[in-house]
């Protein structure tokens, strides 16, 4: 047996702080090559995680514990949709679509969601990450994730150069 319990969450907790991308995951399943991926994943405040889509996988979140924001876009980059998870909140989970351009802000320390899409495992392509969004390592990728939390529902992403 499996446990999401407080211990697991102060373990990814600590481990995210660690990172220097502020964030970390814990697979509930065993291999790569299994047909439902399932873990939790760790995300302090000012991690940035470019919009990107899954062009043939759907993806479920449920906060654990913290806030973060998910946000959906059009193909360029109009925000579409903007859901608070919280688990004190209103909404505890979003399924999006496969093919769905999506991102998250995290919004309070130690948060921890739980993922689950299908798998197998295949890496994110280049044609999957938003190209009118920063990369990772961008000097502007703070500031896209500065603008995720106050983005609205029909507002467009800043330009990068």
Same mark, same amino acid.
């Given at each position: 047996?499996?446990?999401i319990?407080r211990?697991?969450?102060?373990?990814?907790?600590?481990?995210?702080?660690?990172?220097? @991308? =502020? #964030?970390?995951?814990?697979n509930?399943?065993?291999?790569?090559?299994?047909?439902?991926? @399932?873990?939790?994943?760790a995300?302090?405040?000012d991690?940035?995680? #470019?919009p990107?889509?899954?062009?043939?996988?759907?993806e479920?979140l =449920?906060?654990v514990?913290?806030?973060? =924001?998910?946000?959906?876009?059009d193909?360029?980059?109009?925000?579409?949709? @903007?859901?608070?998870l919280?688990?004190?909140g209103?909404?505890y989970g979003?399924?999006?679509?496969a093919?769905?351009?999506h991102?998250?802000?995290?919004?309070?320390?130690s948060t921890?969601?739980?993922?689950?899409?299908?798998?197998p495992?295949?890496?994110t392509?280049?044609?999957d990450?938003?190209?009118?969004?920063?990369?990772?390592?961008h000097?502007?990728?703070?500031?896209?994730? @500065?603008?995720?939390?106050?983005?609205?529902?029909?507002d #467009?992403?800043?330009?990068?150069?």
């Amino acid at each position: 047996m499996k446990f999401i319990d407080r211990a697991l969450v102060a373990q990814l907790h600590a481990k995210a702080l660690a990172s220097p @991308r =502020l #964030r970390t995951h814990h697979n509930l399943h065993a291999t790569h090559t299994e047909p439902i991926h @399932r873990m939790c994943m760790a995300m302090e405040p000012d991690t940035y995680i #470019r919009p990107h889509r899954h062009p043939d996988k759907w993806e479920l979140l =449920l906060i654990v514990c913290g806030e973060m =924001l998910v946000l959906t876009f059009d193909d360029a980059g109009k925000v579409l949709t @903007r859901t608070l998870l919280s688990a004190g909140g209103q909404t505890y989970g979003v399924e999006s679509p496969a093919g769905t351009w999506h991102a998250v802000a995290t919004l309070a320390p130690s948060t921890v969601v739980f993922e689950c899409k299908a798998g197998p495992y295949v890496p994110t392509a280049e044609k999957d990450f938003a190209p009118w969004a920063p990369p990772e390592a961008h000097a502007h990728a703070a500031d896209f994730e @500065r603008w995720y939390k106050t983005a609205q529902p029909g507002d #467009r992403p800043p330009a990068f150069p």
